[in-house]
Nanobody
């Protein structure tokens, strides 16, 4: 059973930075597809960054491209999301997701229905 535990959220001012971590059960990082999603009140769950942890290929939504970086640490079984130049519209609950079987990941990584394993989330609040 894949387990995911996020941490690193908090409150920052616009322009600031945060690094989120997703601690995963053994071997999840390096063998599965993983992604960061966010969910704001009244909005649908949105994929912000995805990674094929087998080859390190990364994907980003247009709203965060150039500001956020997804990365992995295989030795620590941890996924990261470095968030720079944060904006008030980045305020949301951020969730880590994983699944070992996603075909055409480059096209489907943003779809939450493709993932069977989710963390509980960590809140990010950006004030103006």
């Amino acid at each position: 059973q894949v387990q995911l535990v996020e941490s690193g959220g908090g409150s920052v001012q616009a322009g600031g930075s945060l690094r989120l971590s997703c601690a995963a059960s053994a071997y999840t990082v390096r063998t599965t597809y993983m992604a960061w999603f966010r969910e704001a009140p009244g909005k649908e769950r949105e994929g912000v960054a995805g990674i094929d942890t087998r080859d390190g290929r990364t994907y980003y939504s247009d709203s965060v491209k150039g500001r956020f970086t997804i990365s992995q640490d295989n030795a620590k079984n941890t996924l990261y999301l470095q968030m720079n130049s944060l904006k008030p519209e980045d305020t949301a609950m951020y969730l880590c997701a994983a699944d070992p079987y996603i075909t055409s990941f480059g096209y489907k990584w943003m779809d939450p229905v493709e993932y069977n394993h989710w963390g509980q989330g960590t809140q990010v609040t950006v004030s103006s």
